[in-house]
């Protein structure tokens, strides 16, 4: 009896690709972290790519000594505000665009689509304008209100998308039981819907963790400072320490990574979803 065997062949251009692209992406990481634990004669004085001969963490010090904390909590109080701002509107108006086939819903639904098209840069002069007549300047609310203006329409359309993939016999069958808009929004299309409100969450936070113009613009003062902000202030304040600043650069990136962690699973599935379909 013949046993067919199927051998695998292996693709070495795509391995050498794919290891090439590995260390173009680990090689600046690698450089920072190094870098962050070098003195200031020895960043100067040693070879930039190997490990220093007297590693040290007295940058990492001087960065937390210089109200690092406090830049960290801005940061960390904005990207929430916006954050959960954003997944709240966007969800119920995506719930309404899917539910509700009136020419109203599709107009709101090609308005969001209209919002892509209007470039942030475009809007500071209006939106400076709005936030000193409201009297919200040189305020953390200064900066969460417009980031989350300008994340919906993205968050609006990629949530719509997964809600179109829920059944509607689960709609009706909630509604032949009683429940409300409010009861299938929150019991039904949330738990449905939890990994696309994840990737958006975390989409979301990204641009407003690493924002730089809105935070320029509308806030003054050192107290309403967010990490983008420092980290740009650090390179004056330390004149040419490269070492501090990346260490600054190193400190920002730690809550990034642990928001990957403890929500990559549901990134993944939320990234994947629709490819087996």
Do not use: C
């Not at 992406?25 to 962050?36: A, G, M, N, R, W």
């Not at 359309?157 to 709609?171: H, K, Q, S, T």
């Amino acid at each position: 009896m013949a046993v067919n065997v199927t051998r695998t062949r292996i693709n070495v251009p795509g391995g050498v690709l794919a290891f090439g692209w590995l260390l173009v992406v680990l090689l600046p990481v690698y450089y920072v972290v190094l870098t962050s634990l070098r003195s200031m004669e020895g960043f100067y004085s040693s070879n930039p790519l190997l490990p220093p001969a007297e590693p040290t963490v007295d940058n990492y010090g001087r960065v937390l000594e210089d109200d690092f904390l406090r830049y960290l909590l801005n940061s960390v109080v904005v990207t929430l505000g916006t954050v959960a701002i954003t997944v709240t509107v966007s969800l119920m108006a995506a719930y309404y665009v899917v539910r509700n086939g009136g020419r109203l819903a599709g107009l709101t639904y090609k308005a969001f689509l209209l919002g892509l098209a209007i470039p942030l840069q475009a809007t500071i002069i209006p939106v400076y304008y709005l936030i000193t007549r409201a009297h919200l300047y040189d305020t953390l609310l200064a900066i969460i209100l417009p980031s989350a203006a300008f994340a919906i329409p993205l968050t609006v359309i990629i949530l719509a998308n997964f809600l179109r993939d829920v059944p509607g016999e689960l709609f009706e069958s909630m509604r032949l039981d009683g429940a409300g808009h409010w009861r299938m929004l929150f019991s039904l299309v949330l738990p449905l819907v939890r990994p696309a409100v994840v990737t958006v969450a975390v989409y979301d936070g990204l641009q407003v963790w690493n924002g730089f113009l809105y935070p320029l613009i509308l806030t003054q003062s050192p107290d309403q400072r967010v990490l983008p902000l420092a980290l740009w202030s650090f390179q004056g304040q330390f004149q040419v320490d490269i070492p501090a600043v990346l260490a600054a650069v190193v400190l920002s990136t730690l809550p990034v990574l642990a928001l990957y962690i403890v929500g990559r699973r549901q990134l993944v599935s939320g990234l994947t979803a629709g490819f087996g379909r």
